[in-house]
């Protein structure tokens, strides 16, 4: 059971325009999101991050929004550069999820590639 | 400020042996969590440790196990090696101090095959 869902596992944009990810989640206790972005063979690198009492956070070119009611976040990059392809995951989290500090449930990723 | 460390980078084992795989976090973090990563399944929670105590436990079976000693540096150990173990282990610290939500910050992983 998928508590935090990526649906697209795909998404090719062209350099300058805009790229937007989804994600979705089921868990309505989550308070606390992230993006983070990954390329072969290395660890996630932490973007950005959202909590629950917020609707935008800004750092840049990424901007992520969140709608609580739709249990829906989506991550803005403007413009994209072909740097920015890599995968990208969402993550979800509860400080008091599992009655302890709280672990990240990661979605499976959206792989974003840039064209030049 | 060195970032997260884990070393090996990369392991070869035989299925049926036993492996212990190491990380340690960004000086003055002091909570450490791992992660299992395959195609399949994506990233997957196994376990997090906070000054010393097991924290949390994912859904893994009890051959995957860790520790975390007075420094923050945490180790991981897996046993009976099976071929689905093969995976990137990734290791994140966070400067959680048991208040609040932070970012974790991830190590560049071992890529583990078990053949």
Known sequence: ???VKQNSPSLSVQEGRISILNCDYTNSMFDYF???KKYPAEGPTFLISISSIKDKNEDGRFTVFLNKSAKHLSLHIVPS???DSAVYFCAASNYNYGGSQGNL???KGTKLSVKP | KAGVTQTPRYLIKTRGQQVTL???PISGHRSVSWYQQ???QGLQFLFEYFSETQRNKGNFPGRFSGRQFSNSRSEMNVSTLELGDSALYLCASSPRTGVGNTEAF???GTRLTVV
């Open chain 1, 1 to 3: 059971d998928q508590q």
């Open chain 1, 34 to 36: 992230l993006w983070y």
């Open chain 1, 81 to 83: 550069q072909p740097g």
């Open chain 1, 105 to 107: 449930i990661f979605g």
């Open chain 2, 22 to 24: 190491s990380c340690s």
């Open chain 2, 38 to 40: 395959t195609p399949g």
């Open chain 2, 106 to 108: 991830f190590g560049q």
